[in-house]
Structure formats: structure tokens, C-alpha cells
């Protein structure tokens, strides 16, 4: 899909370069004309794609103890071309708190709402979404009182529209 879109580019890139040749003018007599005015994909560099997208995440959240939900907010933002969207998930190995302590216990718990989602090609900046973390009580009670964590994976793409 790089290739192709280098290919692209690279091709549009040289049909730019030869604007001049087709440039107009008003002769005697001719009273109005005609330009073309349009935007670029790519950058003012000329090399650089002007699509963006950011996601941004806490890079720490701390639970009570023996708190059963549990809200992570993060922000999302993406200026694509019309063909794409952002492709995003937010997972988890097994849904399980371990200790640096212990091996025997571990804390299960449940990851819903904004997990996955498909959006764009414009998602305004700023744009929240929600995850919750559910540790339901009689989970609480299997373990004993220590410092569990986990480590939620947030993986991005562009995909086609």
C-alpha cells in the first residue's frame, strides 16, 4: 500500500511541476479567464503525507482497593484522506492483574466500552473515548492485599474506508 501511494505521489508530483505549460493569458478583446486553484496531500516539504492522527492515554491508572469500576478516558483526533478511517483496539493478554510479590493470585477483571473502534476519515480533536475496568467484589475477595497491575495494549492502523 506504501508503494502504491509513493507511486502516486511521485506521478502527481511531476504532473505539478509542469503547471506553466498550461498557463492562460488575456489577449485583446478577451475579457476573463479562468485558474485552477487546488490543494496537495502532501506537506509544504512535498514529501511528507498531510494525513495525522493522534491518540493519547494515560500511561498510568491506579484502582482503589476493592473499587468494582473503574473509568480510563483517552482522546482521539485524525485529519485523513476520504478512502481511510483509523482502525483502533485496546486489549489486554488475558484480563488479569498479577503481583510483583506473588505469582499464586491473580485479579480478573473485564475491559468494556471503547475497546475497538473504526472512525473518519475527520474525528474533531479532542474527541473522547471511554474504557472500564470491571472487578466485580467477589473477585476482590480471592486475592490477597498487594499492588496488581496489568498493561493495556493500544494498537492503531489506517485502514480503507
Known amino acids: 500500500m506504501k508503494k502504491l501511494l509513493s507511486i502516486v505521489l511521485a506521478i502527481a508530483m511531476v504532473f505539478s511541476l509542469s503547471v506553466m505549460a498550461f498557463a492562460d493569458e488575456l489577449n485583446t478583446g478577451k475579457t476573463s479567464g479562468e485558474a485552477v486553484v487546488k490543494t496537495s496531500t502532501l506537506k509544504e516539504d512535498g514529501h511528507t503525507s498531510a494525513e495525522n492522527y493522534t491518540v493519547t ?8 482497593w476493592e473499587k468494582e469500576s473503574t473509568d480510563i478516558e483517552y482522546t482521539v483526533q485524525a485529519q485523513l484522506t476520504w478512502d481511510h478511517q483509523l482502525k ?3 486489549a489486554s493478554a488475558d484480563n488479569k492483574m498479577s503481583s510483583d510479590n506473588q505469582d499464586d493470585y491473580t485479579l480478573d477483571y473485564t475491559l468494556t466500552g471503547d475497546t475497538s473502534i473504526q472512525d473518519g476519515p475527520v474525528i ?4 473522547t473515548k471511554t474504557l472500564n475496568i470491571g472487578i466485580p467484589a467477589e473477585n476482590w475477595a480471592k486475592v490477597p492485599v498487594d499492588e496488581y ?3 493495556l495494549t493500544f494498537t492503531s492502523q489506517l485502514v480503507s474506508a
Not at 492515554?57 to 482503589?64: G, K
Not at 474533531?124 to 474527541?127: M, N
Open 57 to 64: 492515554y494515560p500511561a498510568e491508572t491506579t484502582i482503589a
Open 88 to 90: 483502533l483496539d485496546v
Open 124 to 127: 474533531a480533536e479532542g474527541t
Open 149 to 151: 497491575k496489568d498493561t
